[in-house]
C-alpha cells in the first residue's frame, strides 16, 4: 500500500468525457499489474472526502496510467489536472487478473469504466500467443476510447446506435464471438454490472471461465474497513472488493444481490 | 521535550492520538507500510462473541463532507480474534485496545472475560465498550441510551477485568452527559465519545434509502461540532478521562477536541483519507504544545477560555 506523491505527466481526452492521465510512478513501489487499482486523493478539504478508486490502464517503468470517466466532483477535478501537478496516490491495490489456462484465448470485454484495465490486460497478454480478443462497447461512436492497442490484440468495437463497430451490445458482439472462435476460451470481463453479469450468463450457457472485475464503494481500499463488501455464493457470504478483489470469478459473485 | 501522556485507569498512552475502532481494522492492513509507533492507541474493529458477516451492500455512502456507513460489526467473533489477531497485537508498536460489541450486557462481560483469559501475555492494553452503534438492532445504540443499562454493563465488563476500561458512547442521545455519569458510576476508567450520528441518504432516483438498512452512522468532517461539543458537555459532568472523536481531519481539530476537556483523541475517517495522519497529528500536537507553553494535558484543557 505505498502511499505517495506523483506528478501528472498527461491527461487527455480519449472518448466522450473519458480522460487518460498519465503520471509519475516511484520505482521502490512494487510494479502494478492488470486488475489492480490505486486511489487518488482528491483536494485538501473534506468534499469530496474520500480517495477514489481507479483500475491502472497501463504501467512501464517509472510511469503508470489510468482512464477515467468525468462523471462527479472528483472526477471533474481530476480532469483540472495539468502536467507537472502533484497527486496523492495509494496503491496498487488489490489483486490481478489470473493468467488464461495454457492454450486459452483470452476474450476480454470492455464496457464504460472497465475500459482501463482490460486495455491494461490486453496489451499485457499480447506478448504471447494465443493472442486477445479485446471487445469495447459504447452507446455511440464517441464512446470509443482512442487508446493504444498492441497489434497483436484483435480489437472489435460495438456501439448500441451502431454509429460503429458491430451493431447492438458488446454482449452480443461476445455472444457471435464466442460462436465462430475455436479451442478453449477464457473470458475477462470489467464494467458496468449487467454488462458483467449478462457476460457470467453467456460464459455458463457456454462452460467457459469468466473473470470478473467489481466495484464497490469504498473507504479504506487496504480491507481494514469492510465498506466495500459485495455477496458471494459460497458460505463466506461476503468478500472484500479491495483486498479479496477486485478481480473475482464470476461463479462465485452472487448476482442475485449485487 | 514535553510529553502529553494520558493516564486511564492508572496506565499510560504514549501519546493523545489514537485510530478509531472500524477505521484501521487491525493494524495488520497498514503495519507493512506505516510507522505504528508514532500511534497512541490502535483501538481494534469491534469484536463479538460469535462471528458477524456484516450489513448488506452496499454500506458506505459519501455526504457532505461525511462518510454514512452501515458496517454492521462485521468481524471474525472472539474465537478467531483470539487466534489471528491477538499474537499481531504483541509485537505492534503501540497500545491495542479491543472495541467489544455485544447484544446484551452480560454478553459484552463474557466477551471481555474471554480475551482476558486469553491474552495472559497482556497484548491488549485495554478495553472499549461500544455501545454506541447505530448499526445493530440489539445492543448498541439501543442499549447505549439507557443510563441504567449502561451502568449495569460498565458494572458487568468492570468485574471481569482489571485493564483500562474505556464506554464509548453515542451522541444520538438527549443528554449524554448523564450517559456518561452512568458509565462513571459503573466504574469505567474513561469514556470515549462520538460514536457515529444516526443518518440517511435517499436515493431520489430509486426512491429509496442508498444503505439498504435505511439508515447508517455519519462520520467526517460533518460531525466536528457535534463530537466538540460533546465533549465539552460530558468532560464537565464526569471526573474520569474524555477521549474525543469525531471529524478529526486536521491537528486544529484535534486541539479544538483537546481544549474542549479532552484527555486523549482519535481519529476515524480521516485514516481513510490519509493512513499516515494520526502519526503525524501526534508529532504536529506537541509542537502547538512547547508553542503554547503548554506542558501537561490538564494544560490544554484551561487554554479555553470562558465563554458567555
Ligand atoms: C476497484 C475499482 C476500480 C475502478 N476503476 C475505475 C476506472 O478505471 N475508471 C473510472 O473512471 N472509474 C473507476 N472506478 C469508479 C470510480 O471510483 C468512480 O467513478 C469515482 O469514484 C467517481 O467519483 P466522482 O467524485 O467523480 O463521482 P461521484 O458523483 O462522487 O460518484 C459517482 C459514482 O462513483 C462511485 N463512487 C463514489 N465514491 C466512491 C468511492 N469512494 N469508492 C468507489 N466508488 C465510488 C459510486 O458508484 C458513485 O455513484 C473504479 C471503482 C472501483 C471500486
Ligand atoms: C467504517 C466505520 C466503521 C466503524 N466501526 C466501529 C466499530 O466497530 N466500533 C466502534 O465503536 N466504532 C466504530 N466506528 C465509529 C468510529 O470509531 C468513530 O467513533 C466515528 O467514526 C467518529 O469519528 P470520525 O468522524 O473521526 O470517523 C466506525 C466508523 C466507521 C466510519
Ligand atoms: S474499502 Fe475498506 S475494506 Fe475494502
Not at chain 1, 69 to 90: N, S
Not at chain 2, 138 to 146: E, F, P, Q, T
Not at chain 2, 200 to 218: E, N, S
Amino acid at each position: 500500500m505505498p502511499l505517495f506523491t506523483a506528478r501528472v505527466l498527461a491527461n487527455q481526452e480519449v472518448a466522450h468525457d473519458y480522460y487518460q492521465l498519465d503520471f509519475s510512478w516511484i520505482s521502490d513501489a512494487p510494479r502494478p499489474v492488470p486488475g489492480q487499482f490505486l486511489t487518488v486523493r482528491v483536494g485538501s478539504s473534506g468534499v469530496p472526502l474520500l480517495r477514489r478508486p481507479f483500475a491502472f490502464s497501463d504501467a512501464a517503468g517509472e510511469r503508470a496510467s489510468m482512464i477515467y470517466w468525468r462523471r462527479g466532483d472528483a472526477t471533474r477535478a481530476i480532469a483540472g489536472y495539468q502536467p507537472g501537478d502533484a497527486i496523492d496516490v495509494m496503491g496498487p491495490l488489490g489483486v490481478a487478473f489470473p493468467e488464461p489456462t495454457d492454450g486459452a484465448v483470452p476474450v476480454l470485454i470492455a464496457g464504460g469504466v472497465g475500459v482501463g484495465p482490460i486495455l491494461f490486460l490486453a496489451n499485457a497478454l499480447a506478448a504471447r500467443a494465443p493472442y486477445p480478443i479485446l471487445l469495447i462497447g459504447a452507446r455511440s461512436a464517441q464512446g470509443l476510447p482512442r487508446v493504444r492497442v498492441d497489434g497483436r490484440v484483435q480489437l472489435r468495437t460495438a456501439t448500441d446506435d451502431g454509429s460503429a463497430g458491430y451493431a447492438g451490445t458488446v454482449i452480443d458482439l461476445l455472444d457471435r464471438t464466442l460462436d465462430i472462435t475455436a479451442g478453449d476460451v477464457e473470458l475477462y470481463l470489467c464494467g458496468p454490472n449487467p454488462m458483467l453479469r449478462a457476460g457470467h450468463d453467456l460464459a455458463a450457457r457456454h462452460g467457459i471461465p469468466a473473470w470478473v472485475s467489481m466495484e464497490q464503494t469504498m473507504g479504506c481500499a487496504v480491507g481494514a474497513c469492510m465498506g466495500c463488501a459485495i455477496h458471494l455464493t459460497g458460505v463466506e457470504r461476503y468478500a472484500r472488493v479491495c483486498t479479496e478483489g477486485p478481480v473475482f470469478r464470476s461463479t462465485d459473485v452472487d448476482w442475485e444481490r449485487l | 521535550m514535553i510529553a502529553l501522556r494520558p493516564v486511564i485507569g492508572g496506565r499510560e498512552l504514549a501519546n493523545v492520538v489514537g485510530v478509531a475502532s472500524g477505521t484501521f481494522g487491525y493494524g495488520s492492513e497498514y503495519e507493512r507500510h506505516l510507522d505504528l509507533s508514532g500511534i497512541g492507541a490502535l483501538y481494534t474493529k469491534a469484536v463479538t462473541m460469535h462471528p458477524r458477516p456484516g450489513n448488506d451492500v452496499p454500506r458506505i455512502v459519501e455526504t457532505p463532507a461525511g462518510l454514512l456507513n452501515s458496517i454492521g460489526l462485521a468481524n471474525v467473533g472472539r474465537e478467531r480474534f483470539v487466534v489471528e489477531k491477538l499474537p499481531g497485537f504483541a509485537s505492534m508498536p503501540c497500545a491495542v485496545i479491543a472495541n467489544v460489541a455485544a447484544d446484551f450486557p452480560e454478553e459484552y462481560a463474557e466477551v471481555v472475560a474471554y480475551l482476558d483469559a486469553n491474552d495472559p501475555t497482556g497484548a491488549l492494553w485495554g478495553y472499549e465498550i461500544n455501545v454506541s452503534c447505530p448499526n445493530v438492532k440489539a445492543g448498541g445504540v439501543a442499549l447505549g441510551s439507557n443510563a441504567s443499562e449502561v451502568e449495569r454493563t460498565t458494572r458487568l465488563v468492570r468485574t471481569a477485568t482489571d485493564r483500562p476500561l474505556i464506554v464509548k458512547l453515542t451522541p444520538n442521545v438527549t443528554d449524554i452527559t448523564q450517559i456518561a455519569r452512568a458509565a462513571e458510576a459503573g466504574g469505567a476508567d474513561a469514556v470515549s465519545c462520538i460514536n457515529t450520528v444516526v443518518g440517511m441518504v435517499i436515493d431520489t432516483a430509486r426512491r429509496r434509502p442508498v444503505l439498504p438498512a435505511g439508515t447508517g452512522g455519519l462520520s467526517g468532517p460533518a460531525i466536528l461540532p457535534i463530537g466538540v461539543a460533546a465533549v465539552y458537555r460530558v468532560s464537565r459532568a464526569v471526573s474520569i478521562p474524555v477521549i474525543g472523536m469525531g471529524g478529526i481531519m486536521t491537528t486544529d481539530d484535534a486541539i479544538q477536541y483537546l481544549m474542549a476537556g479532552a484527555s486523549a483523541i482519535q481519529v476515524g475517517t480521516a485514516n481513510f483519507v490519509d493512513p499516515r495522519i494520526a502519526t503525524r497529528m501526534a508529532a504536529e500536537i506537541e509542537r502547538f504544545a512547547i508553542d503554547a507553553g503548554v506542558d501537561s494535558i490538564e494544560g490544554f484543557h484551561s487554554l479555553l477560555e470562558p465563554s458567555g
